[in-house]
C-alpha cells in the first residue's frame, strides 16, 4: 500500500520561504510522477507544480512560476516544494500526490495516492 506523508508546513511571513516535504512509501518511488496542490479555506483544489517520475520535467501553475521550485531524490523517496517570496494568497493546505503516469499532470483525478496535507499561513 502506497502511503504519502507532507511535512514542513508552518507559519512565516509575507516575502519568506517554506520547503515541504513529500515521503512515499509502499512501491518504487522513481515510478511516480508526483503533484502538489493547495486547497485554501471554501476554494477548490488546485494544481501548485508536478514533476516527472525522472524528474526531467516539472510544470508550474502561472500563480507560482518562477518563486516554487518541485524537485524529488529518488534515492531517499521523497519529493519536495521550495517555496519562496510567499503570499498571504498562498494561504492554504498543501497536498502531495502520486500517480504512475510516466508524465507530469496538473489534473488531480490523475493522481491515485494522497496525503493528507500541510498547512501553510503567509501572513501580510
Known amino acids: 500500500q502506497v502511503q504519502v506523508v507532507e511535512s514542513g508546513g508552518g507559519v512565516v511571513q509575507a516575502g519568506g520561504s517554506l520547503r515541504l516535504s513529500c515521503a512515499v512509501s509502499?512501491?518504487?518511488?522513481?515510478?511516480?510522477?508526483i503533484g502538489w496542490f493547495r486547497q485554501a479555506p471554501g476554494m477548490e483544489r488546485e494544481f501548485v507544480a508536478a514533476?516527472?517520475?525522472?524528474?526531467?520535467?516539472?510544470r508550474y501553475a502561472d500563480s507560482v512560476k518562477d518563486r516554487f521550485t518541485i524537485s524529488r531524490d529518488n534515492a531517499k523517496n521523497t519529493g519536495y516544494l521550495q517555496m519562496n517570496s510567499l503570499k498571504p494568497e498562498a494561504t492554504a493546505v498543501y497536498c502531495c500526490?502520486?500517480?504512475?503516469?510516466?508524465?507530469?499532470?496538473?489534473?488531480?483525478?490523475?493522481?491515485?495516492?494522497w496525503g493528507k496535507g500541510t498547512q501553510v499561513t503567509v501572513s501580510s
Open positions: 514533476i516527472m517520475s525522472s524528474g526531467y520535467g516539472t
Open positions: 509502499g512501491r518504487t518511488f522513481s515510478r511516480y510522477a
Open positions: 500526490a502520486a500517480g504512475t503516469m510516466r508524465t507530469w499532470s496538473d489534473n488531480r483525478y490523475d493522481y491515485a495516492y
